[in-house]
């Protein structure tokens, strides 16, 4: 919705495949915006993993991605749900930051590309770390700030049987589009689905 509500569109089976694709990921990325605004925890629940994922990841062995935070300007604090959780949270600065951080709290620096952290370089230091496989879940700002430098793979969207309206968000902002023509192109690879809803795949 324009004020932000999400919560929830899609239906719980739709919300258990997210989970399952969260649990396959080695990293979940999302921004200070979305921290801000939804306070995620952005962790794997394992008891809402489906019983073919919960075989493939038994709950004593259950890993939980590293989360990752872009905050050029500082605005997540150590009172964040997303820094409290088991497992790790990087922060992905392009300035310091002095205050005190839980200890699996780790700051990534990187820096700025036309007043906006520099996402490129983001993923080759990722890469470095040997973080390979990288699930977003942000708003349309981030959404379309990775489109447009070229740097998405893959779409994954859930599609409610709901109408929100003109004023509901968009999927993603991509500055400068004016002309059908230069917009991205993509094949859809698979349509099924999820309960109430439609995943499709680009």
Request: glycine share 6%.
């Amino acid at each position: 919705m324009a004020s932000g509500e999400s919560q929830w569109i899609t239906s719980p089976q739709a919300r258990r495949d997210v989970q399952r694709l969260r649990a396959q990921s080695h990293a979940i990325l999302t921004s200070s915006a979305t921290v801000l605004a939804d306070d995620p925890a952005l962790t794997v629940r394992w008891a809402e993993l489906d019983a073919s994922t919960q075989a493939s990841y038994p709950q004593e062995n259950l890993r939980q991605p590293v989360r990752i935070v872009i905050d050029s300007q500082n605005r997540v604090t150590p009172a964040h749900r997303i820094v409290q959780q088991p497992g790790e949270t990087w922060i992905a600065r392009t300035q310091e930051d002095s205050r005190a951080w839980p200890d699996a709290v780790r700051t990534i620096t990187v820096p700025a590309h036309n007043g906006h952290l520099d996402l490129v370089v983001l993923m080759m230091q990722l890469g470095r770390q040997q973080i390979n496989s990288i699930w977003v879940e942000a708003g349309p700002g981030l959404a379309g700030a990775l489109l447009q430098a070229g740097l998405v793979d893959e779409l994954i969207v859930y599609v409610a049987p709901k109408l929100l309206g003109t004023q509901a968000r968009g999927l993603c902002e991509l500055p400068g589009l004016e002309k059908l023509a230069d917009a991205p192109q993509f094949t859809f690879s698979e349509i099924r689905h999820v309960g109430p809803d439609v995943c499709c795949i680009w």
